[in-house]
């Protein structure tokens, strides 16, 4: 099979937020599920202004850094079988919001112009798994972000995910920390920095 991976566009959405809502490797109820419609909505319009907000990279009133959504797909069927999202931080703004993440970390550990590109989905067809795919979606990421001028990488995953960790581990990402963030779940931070 061969699979080519490209920027995600509107038509992507719906695929999008199957994929988010799936919340593999989460413990626990995907919050969003049992959300009134009003929640509902919102975590959808938020999906739906980062994909908007992705084909230009643009500001939106949401998202005031650029962010980027990447689709891994069968070239021969187009069947999407990849996922990577993640969005470009600058931690010296005043007005970066971040959940408190980032307060649980020494400041020495990334770069001082205070720039981080933050993966935060990483998913891959049950089918695909195991076969290079994960990988090359994360070396994609990192080479928008090194094109981009950014010198650090940061993501996180639940302590669970054990391959996960081991696929960063072997990409060359460093653990840094392994506790609770925002809530009560393990996860495990690591970082790769870019040079």
Not at 4 to 9: E, F, M, P, T, V
Not at 154 to 171: A, G, R
Request: glycine share 6%; proline share 3%.
């Amino acid at each position: 099979m061969t699979y080519s991976i490209r920027q995600a566009d509107m038509d992507d959405y719906y695929f999008v937020v199957e994929i988010d809502l799936l919340d593999e490797g989460v413990e626990g109820e995907n919050p969003y599920l049992t959300a009134s419609f009003e929640e509902q909505s919102e975590y959808l319009g938020r999906l739906a202004q980062f994909l908007d907000s992705s084909l230009n990279t643009g500001e939106t009133e949401l998202y005031t850094c650029p962010k980027y959504a990447l689709i891994c797909e069968d070239v021969e069927t187009k069947e999407r079988i990849g996922l990577v999202m993640f969005l470009f931080r600058d931690m010296n703004d005043p007005t970066f919001q971040h959940l408190g993440i980032y307060d649980k970390f020494d400041r020495s550990m990334f770069p001082t112009d205070g720039k981080v590109c933050e993966i935060f989905q990483l998913w891959v067809a049950p089918d695909h798994r195991r076969k290079g795919i994960a990988s090359e979606l994360m070396k994609k990421a990192e080479r928008v972000a090194r094109d981009s001028g950014i010198q650090m990488i940061y993501t996180h995953t639940e302590s669970v995910n054990d391959h996960v960790v081991e696929l960063c581990d072997k990409l060359g990402y460093e653990v840094i920390r392994k506790g609770t963030l925002w809530d009560e779940t393990v996860r495990v931070s690591q970082i790769k920095h870019l040079g």
